[in-house]
């Protein structure tokens, strides 16, 4: 009987530890029932959940409410064992093409300021 109370108070402490962390709390009842077919007082599975959230808590606040699963659902179908997203490619420059990169010449450099400054100056000694 002591043995059976042992594992009952140490799967509701871990069960309140994982709780108080999820950031949906509904249907509390279920997940307890959940937390014991799942967690079964194995600490491994235990520390994975409680890894996996460190990453899907993040994620599960930045959606509605109704798009983050139930606590229950979320053990019964083991979404801690769900692969962290990917890191979005990081963007790059797009590319624009000129007439000199689609007849593959290296585009001239832009003329300096001085440059069409002197370029005007001439074409106005011209006119003259």
């Known amino acids: 009987m002591a043995l059976l109370l ?3 108070q140490k799967l509701a402490h871990g069960f309140m530890a994982f709780y108080q962390r999820y950031p949906r709390k509904e ?3 279920d997940a307890v029932k959940a937390w014991g077919q799942v967690v079964n007082d194995d600490p491994v599975i235990e520390e994975q959940i409680h890894a996996a959230l460190d990453w ?3 994620l599960y606040e930045q959606r509605e409410r109704n798009f983050i699963p139930l606590p229950a659902s979320y ?3 083991e979404r801690w ?3 962290p997203p990917t ?4 963007k790059t420059a797009p590319v624009v ?5 689609q007849m593959g010449l290296e585009p001239r450099p832009a003329p300096s300021p001085e440059l069409i400054a002197r370029m005007r100056q001439m074409r106005e000694e011209e006119g003259q």
């Not at 890191?87 to 990081?90: A, Q, R, S, W, Y």
């Not at 093409?97 to 990169?101: A, C, E, K, V, Y």
Request: cysteine-free; hydrophobic content about 20%.
């Open 87 to 90: 890191p979005p490619k990081p």
């Open 97 to 101: 093409l000129t007439r000199h990169s």
């Open 6 to 8: 042992q594992l009952t």
């Open 27 to 29: 249907a509390r009842k």
């Open 81 to 83: 064992t769900d692969e």
């Open 75 to 77: 053990l019964r179908g």
């Open 56 to 58: 899907q808590i993040p």
